[in-house]
């Protein structure tokens, strides 16, 4: 699992798969620990000849390699008596002066060290001991010291600091050979003392799997490089494991692109000019559809998204298929078509040594000299390496477009199989007939930028003559953007003419004059410059026929600029693209530097409007006067209406006049606006701007077979892809989505109907099960929609329609035959009214609510309507689902509400419901209920009591026992109600809350049936055989023997074990762990085991235990203050007792560890029964108050300690930091029960006064 970047320091190095780190973060614990380790070992005397090393063991060494004193493992011991290689059966401990060889491992660099007694013969020193940090002495007893347990105890929250790692997935260059030095060194050089960030990617037995890379640059400025195991791969000291098997198989993994469709020889076909190299190289596209827009926006929307890390190319392949980043930051397909720089030159390199017989220096780093050596000269070649993997560059072809670029790796990412199928579009060319001005060998500067004028990113007519090899193709491109009945003007005609090209030798000037005359149908801008100039939006007027009439039933691609609502919808012809241009290039050279003139503007007028915000000039129309100096105005090329200022208007010249207007006005058909309104909803208009507003689509035309002329706006339908690239219909997308209906086809309905009269209808869809029948709707998910529709005659539905509406409603609630029954409660009404939904109806509830969803798919009503209390209809809840609900009350404009199948009652808008029946049929499935005899106080459930009564039972599992039925089957059923065996009325009578007439009905407990009491029984049998066994058999203990303090007034040692708060810690005598120390050196002989006897210690007691621990029984009692054993955190077991049960579910148990004062919550798993004879040591941690010092008046610490808010955190910290690594001593001010004493320093000041004078605490006269 890949992690965020950390700050570490490389601490020693073995080879790039073995290596150590510290991190960056620990700088001050190291620092800590550095200071404590120096003084105990300047203080602690020498190791004594007869002291004990052993094989695993902890000890301080002076380091010679780190210079200071650090902690170590013993990892080899060799006596002086043995042979080179330690037997299996030679002993794992030895006397300090039986070793003739110690070998010690640094746990906070990661080092090893070998020390070596003067003397000793050569024999005992092998190979790696030389190779390894190694010193000669006369004594060890002079660089060694023996950690001891109080030592242990300071040091044990350090843990080591050296954290071993591994690069990720490379191997040695030489598998065979394993790790060069050399490796080892450029390792060094690029790590050694500089800070550099650790990414880390999984764990392996303890290891870290890393990459080490470059800090940011806010971090710490570094010459690092940005991918230490990339860097080792690039300078071939290392590779990848998967680069053997990647080149074993290139061949037949490299991906490729099927090759572009090409059109037949000697055929004419729409192109746009993508690229352009020369006259005889560029590239092409075919308009052929809209196919190459969408696949481009669907790659960029993914690759947008896509984090890369798994699609990373590390090392590219020649012709590779791939997605690449271009200047603009959008990916496009692509394909590699060279390698970065730095292997061509080394390719080249390589091969003059093979033909010159050359010797080559090997590169081994970054920015490096290639000394090539002749038998008479030096011949040194430069190469500067533009960057590691990760920045070395690769030159890439868009085959889409046509054009390279050289990019960096980490620009380039693998494809997907998906986008891989489509061929490559962008089509290679060359101008047919014409060569270079005058026969020269390349064409000119002037050539290439006066054919990028007339073609590129132009729409164009193609001939092709013929197909060359290599599929490029020999053209003639025509100006296709003349007016129809012109003459063509033919671009490599015009090259020729402009005298920067020539014909090719024996080529036959044709005739112009009969060259491309064809019958054009008028162009899209001439029928839109033939509509009537006095265009009102708000009108419907209508055109010629015959303008549109060779349109009609085509797919005509379009550019959606402006969407107001699905009946206004303005498009522009993807054709109009660079007459747009070019006509904002006129507007601004006609008004750029113009000023205003006054003019008396009225409506329909022609005008020039400036876009202060875009700093454009656009062509417009008066809708009409808003005041005096503000209009509102149709920008008619773009279908832009808006309000400006009059004095962003000038007249528009005549010459501008002669162009039509560039967008068309649309509107979609056969739909018409949701919930009965004649007019389009603002979520209808909003959604309908998001998904087609600067789309590209494709329209079709339609037309009114019962007329004979086109209404404006033109009735079209739009196609768009969606997200998936699929085809969707717009019309059909808005149906879906509840925001319209499809026309109806019923156009002789009699209209004199008042509205209230109208029967409301639910719009139908191909997939929905809704039939509407007035306001009542049955579901029968067995039947289609389609199969019910066709079993009505058109008759019979339009007398449906204007049916009135009835009032039927809902069943009431069906009661279970049963007298008691499991059930939830959904929810407690604000009377105190128990609305429970029987755990039996449960399954169908859900099944019903499911159906609902997938039937009912429309908003609210959106038009008015008079709703009347206790009509049923259909809510739709604030989760956006509908349910079944009846009219309680109508407040203004909001309707009180309740969901019959829940209970629970909310005020919504109007627009949020829908009268129609949904499961007539089906009762209520939620029961209302009321306690039997019980009486609240005051005769109405207070406030406070239904606050209770709904968090005791929302969404809770009941019994609910039926003491009397309802006669109104609405009315509330009278019960006995028992949540967890309680009864609810005798709960909430012992509260107060209510008083019950007949007590001896009124049971505290759930009554159990017979078969509930032999079930207890025999449950309670197995229970109490269980208590009886001996693993579960917990002996009552006594509490632990208290220690005490000595006499006030006295000064004694003490050590602090665990700090609560500034002025309350948990301390133990400095004489207790001297005397355990001292014992502990007594007791053990010879053999260094030790064994039980009376004057054994608490130490050697708990490492006995410890050792056999398993074999303890678990602990069963868990009363306050019982005895037992608690696993600490460092895997340890030590002696504590039970505060509190926290949890029971999983249960878990805060425990407190009487030698030290700490507390913790553990698992059963953690705690096991306590041997009885460690219950005679007394607990050394003694809970006492410090005096001198109290909080202060003013704190102003923002974090406060929660359980002790009087004190900040941060003076806790800095309470921390004066009892740590001190030798303290106390004084006892009071006696118990509350032990209060001053603490000291070694040099006899009080501890407290730091915080004193930091402002944290206040002195306490």
Not at 255 to 269: F, Q, R
Not at 420 to 437: H, Q, S, V
Not at 1082 to 1106: C, F, I, K, M, P
Request: hydrophobic share 35%; aromatic share 8%.
């Amino acid at each position: 699992m890949c992690s965020s970047a950390e700050l570490v320091f490389v601490s020693h190095v073995i080879d790039p798969c073995h290596f150590y780190i510290r991190k960056y973060s620990q700088i001050k614990d190291a620092k800590v620990l550095e200071k404590k380790v120096n003084e105990f070992c300047n203080r602690s005397s020498h190791l004594d000849p007869s002291d004990i090393l052993e094989l695993g063991a902890r000890i301080f060494v002076s380091s010679i390699k780190n210079g200071m004193w650090c902690r170590g493992t013993i990892t080899e011991l060799i006596p002086i008596e043995g042979r080179n290689t330690r037997k299996p059966c030679s002993p794992t401990r030895l006397f300090v002066h039986e070793v003739a060889l110690i070998q010690i491992f640094m746990v906070d660099f990661g080092n090893s060290e070998v020390l070596i007694v003067t003397g000793v013969v050569d024999t005992h020193v092998r190979p790696e001991h030389s190779a390894k940090q190694h010193i000669a002495l006369n004594d060890l007893c002079l660089v060694l010291r023996k950690s001891e347990p109080y030592t242990e105890g300071l040091l044990k929250d350090i843990q080591p600091l050296a954290q071993p790692c591994s690069l990720k997935d490379i191997v040695p260059q030489n598998s065979n050979e394993g790790w060069e030095e050399e490796a080892k060194v450029e390792f060094l050089k690029m790590v050694n003392n500089k800070a550099v960030s650790m990414k880390v990617f999984r764990e392996e037995d303890g290891v870290l799997i890393v990459d080490l890379q470059k800090p940011p640059p806010n971090k710490i400025s570094s010459d690092m490089p940005v991918s230490l195991r990339d860097a080792l791969v690039f300078m071939e000291l290392a590779k990848f494991k998967s680069q053997s098997l990647r080149s074993h198989f290139e061949k037949n993994t490299t991906l490729h692109y099927h090759p572009p469709i090409l059109p037949k020889e000697m055929t004419d076909v729409s192109v746009t000019v993508c690229h352009i190299n020369s006259p005889g190289d560029f590239y092409l596209q075919l308009i052929e559809g809209l196919d190459i827009l969408f696949l481009l926006k669907t790659i960029e929307e993914f690759y947008k998204s896509e984090d890369g890390e798994n699609l990373e190319i590390l090392c590219p392949v020649q012709d590779q298929a791939c997605v690449a980043k271009f200047e603009d930051g959008i990916w496009y397909r692509a394909k590699v078509i060279e390698l970065n720089h730095w292997e061509s030159c080394w390719k080249s390199c390589i091969d003059r040594t093979k033909q010159q017989k050359l010797i080559i220096q090997k590169p081994v780093n970054s920015s490096l000299m290639l000394t090539v050596c002749l038998s008479h000269a030096i011949l040194i070649v430069k190469v500067q390496i533009k960057g590691l993997p990760g920045h070395q560059e690769v030159e890439v072809k868009y085959v889409d477009f046509g054009n390279t670029a050289k990019i960096t790796i980490k620009d380039v990412r693998k494809i997907k199989d998906e986008f891989l199928n489509a061929p490559e579009k962008a089509i290679k060319c060359k101008l047919a007939y014409i060569e270079p001005y005058k026969r020269t060998m390349q064409w000119s500067k002037e050539a290439k930028e006066k054919f990028e004028e007339k073609a590129q990113d132009k729409f164009m007519t193609c001939s092709v003559i013929k197909i060359l090899e290599d599929n490029v193709l020999l053209v003639e491109l025509f100006d296709s953007l003349g007016a129809p009945e012109m003459t063509t003007t033919s671009i490599n005609d015009q090259l020729v003419k402009e005298g920067l090209a020539s014909y090719e030798i024996g080529y036959i000037l044709k005739d112009n004059s009969q060259k491309h005359i064809e019958v054009w149908d008028p162009s899209p801008e001439e029928i839109i410059s033939n509509e009537v100039h006095n265009l009102n939006p708000v009108s419907a007027k209508s055109l010629p026929n015959e303008n549109f009439q060779s349109l009609y039933n085509k797919e005509l691609p379009v550019h959606i600029c402006n969407v107001i609502s699905p009946e206004k919808i303005y498009v522009q012809w993807l054709l109009t693209e660079n007459l747009l241009n070019s006509l904002e290039e006129k507007m601004i050279a006609a008004y750029e530097n113009s000023k205003w003139e006054p003019v008396k503007w009225e409506n329909d007028m022609h005008c020039a409007v400036k876009i202060q915000d875009k700093n454009q000039w656009r062509r417009g129309q008066i809708i009409r006067m808003v005041t005096d100096t503000l209009v509102e105005v149709l920008l008619y090329d773009v279908g832009v209406e808006l309000v400006v200022n009059v004095d962003c208007l000038r007249k528009l010249e005549e010459n501008l006049k002669t162009m039509g207007r560039l967008s068309l006005e649309c509107s979609l058909v056969d739909i018409r606006p949701a919930g009965g309104s004649d007019k389009w909803t603002a979520t209808a208009c909003d959604c309908l701007s998001l998904y087609l507003t600067g789309a590209v689509a494709t329209i079709i035309l339609q037309v009114d077979s019962e007329e004979n002329n086109t209404t404006w706006p033109l009735p079209v339908k739009i196609f768009c892809r969606d997200e998936k690239g699929e085809r969707v219909d717009v019309s059909k997308y808005l149906i879906k989505k509840g925001l319209a209906l499809r026309e109806r086809r019923i156009n002789n309905l009699d209209n004199s109907h008042s509205l209230s009269e109208k029967s409301l209808e639910v719009p139908l869809e191909q997939e929905d099960s809704v039939v509407t029948n007035c306001i009542k709707t049955n579901f029968d998910p067995d039947k289609k929609t389609a199969d019910i529709i066709s079993e009505q005659k058109v008759s019979e539905f339009q007398e449906k329609i204007l049916e009135p509406r009835t009032t039927r409603g809902y069943k009431p609630p069906a009661i279970p035959n049963m007298n008691v029954f499991e059930a939830t409660v959904s929810c407690v009404g604000d009377d105190g009214t128990i609305f429970v939904v029987p755990k039996l109806s449960e399954f169908e509830l859900i099944k019903m609510t499911n159906e609902i969803q997938s039937n009912l798919k429309c908003l609210g009503l959106l038009e008015p309507y008079f709703w009347k209390k206790g009509e049923a209809c259909a809510v739709r809840g604030s989760d956006t689902l509908w349910y079944r609900g009846k009219v309680m009350e109508v407040v203004g404009g909001a309707v009180r509400v309740q969901y019959l199948d829940h209970g629970f009652t909310e005020k919504i808008p109007q627009c949020h419901l829908y009268p129609i029946l949904l499961y007539p049929d089906i009762p209520q499935f939620c029961i209302p209920c009321q306690l039997h005899n019980t009486t609240p106080v005051g005769n109405v459930w207070q406030p406070d009591a239904i606050e209770v009564l709904q968090q005791l039972l929302s969404k809770r599992q009941v019994d609910i026992h039926i003491m009397e039925l309802p006669k109104n089957p609405w009315e509330k059923l009278s019960i006995h109600l028992y949540f967890d065996g309680m009864s609810l009325s005798y709960f909430m009578a012992y509260y107060k809350y209510c008083t019950s007439e007949h007590t001896e009905e009124m049971l505290k407990e759930k009554p159990r049936s017979d078969h509930d009491k032999k079930y207890e029984e025999e449950q309670w049998e197995i229970r109490f055989e269980e208590l009886l066994s001996a693993e579960t058999d917990t002996p009552l203990l006594p509490p632990y023997l208290s220690s005490s303090l000595p006499s006030p007034g006295e000064l004694y040692a003490v050590q602090v074990k665990h700090v609560v708060s500034p002025n309350e810690v948990y301390i133990c005598l400095d004489s207790i762990e001297t005397s355990n120390q001292s014992n502990q050196h007594s007791d053990t002989d010879d053999s260094g085991v030790s064994g039980e006897s009376e004057s054994e210690s608490l130490d050697e007691a708990l490492q006995r235990v410890n050792k056999k621990v398993e074999a303890l029984p678990p602990l069963t009692d868990f009363r306050t203050e019982m005895p037992c054993l608690a696993e600490y955190d460092d895997g340890l077991w030590y002696r504590a007792k039970i505060v509190a049960i926290k949890e029971f579910n999983p249960l878990s148990i805060l425990v407190q560890f009487v030698d030290y004062g700490s507390t913790a919550k553990l698992t059963l798993n953690r705690l096991c029964q306590i041997p009885s004879h460690l219950m005679r040591y007394p607990a050394r941690a003694i809970k006492v108050l410090l005096a001198g010092f109290k909080p202060p008046l003013r704190d102003l610490g923002e974090t406060r300690i929660p359980y002790c808010p009087k004190w900040s955190m941060e003076a806790l910290w800095a309470m921390i930091d004066c009892l740590q690594g001190k030798q303290l001593y106390a004084v006892s001010m009071a006696p118990a029960p509350e032990q209060i004493v001053t603490l000291y320093d070694d040099e006899q000041h009080p501890v407290h006064m730091p915080l004193v004078e930091m402002g944290l605490a206040d002195k306490d006269e």
